[in-house]
């Protein structure tokens, strides 16, 4: 089982990249208007994904089969129907150099996010928050390297 506060952080990361469905549509345009919506439900469906999976996660470990069983199928809805048609009708895969750009852009932004969260948690005087974000903020660093290693690659490898 994985732990439970890398799970929204798998979502977010590897989905986009794991939905072979999700590839860029470039026969369908989408307006601006329409892009920044689809946008927003996107980062909803995920998120109640991965809600409902650590939902399902607790119901199981109560004994609660019957529970988790629905919270899963929830959440399977959340991530390999809704998100999915909505990746795609918002192009959100595209080439492996685009796709990895975009994500070191998302994890330069997580970087300063948990920065921020950690300074705001050490302020507060909250030192496991502040802990927990100092190790996201590693790990979103990390993270960044490796696509940015990979996009060097892709990008003297490229055709």
Known sequence: MRAPFYLLSLVLLAS????R????NKTHQVSS???AQLRIAMRTEAFNYAKYSL???QARRNGNNNLADIFEKAADTKRYEHFTVEAKLVGLVETES???KEAV???SRDEVMYFDLAKEAAGDGDALAERHFDEFRRKA???R????ALLSGSETNAP
Not at 16 to 19: D, M
Not at 145 to 148: E, N, V
């Open 16 to 19: 986009p990249f794991a939905i």
């Open 145 to 148: 390297d490796a696509f940015k």
């Open 105 to 107: 852009q998302g994890e």
């Open 98 to 100: 685009e796709n990895l």
């Open 141 to 143: 660093a990390e993270q």
């Open 55 to 57: 939902y399902a996660q």
């Open 21 to 24: 469905e999700a590839t860029a």
């Open 33 to 35: 208007r329409m892009r």
